[in-house]
């Protein structure tokens, strides 16, 4: 199982990104697949997930509103559109195999993460 984030960058605050991560080893429609962050010197975190069917989607209270998960499944791809950004959102971003709001009991491989930074 290899999971690869990409797509960060710098940004003002008031802009958005997309975050993508593509997997291999494993089908994102076998999964329900969620997005978490880590900023210095804290925990990682929820931000979103989609589930199994792809259908229906969950988001931290910071998220809902301004970030949008989706997939794509011919490429095997997870999405996040961040908008309106804000320097609280400075993170590094992963994507996981998750269950409900929380990374799947057992995943260990995570990647290397996508480093979003919002500053003016």
């Known amino acids: 199982v290899q999971l690869v984030e990409s797509g960060g960058g710098l940004v003002q605050p008031g802009g958005s990104l997309r975050v993508s991560c593509a997997a291999s080893?494993?089908?994102?429609?076998?999964?329900?697949i969620g997005w978490f962050r880590q900023a210095p010197g804290k925990e990682r975190e929820f931000v979103a997930a989609v589930d199994l069917s792809g259908r229906n989607t969950a988001y931290s209270d910071s998220a809902k509103g301004r970030f949008t998960i989706s997939r794509d499944l011919t490429r095997n791809t997870i999405y996040l559109q961040l908008n309106s950004l804000e320097p609280e959102d400075t993170a590094i971003y992963y994507c996981?195999?998750?269950?409900?709001?929380?990374?799947?009991?057992?995943?260990?491989?995570w990647g290397q993460g996508t480093q979003v930074a919002v500053s003016s």
């Open positions: 996981a195999p998750s269950s409900g709001r929380a990374v799947r009991t057992g995943f260990t491989s």
């Open positions: 080893g494993f089908s994102f429609d076998d999964y329900a």
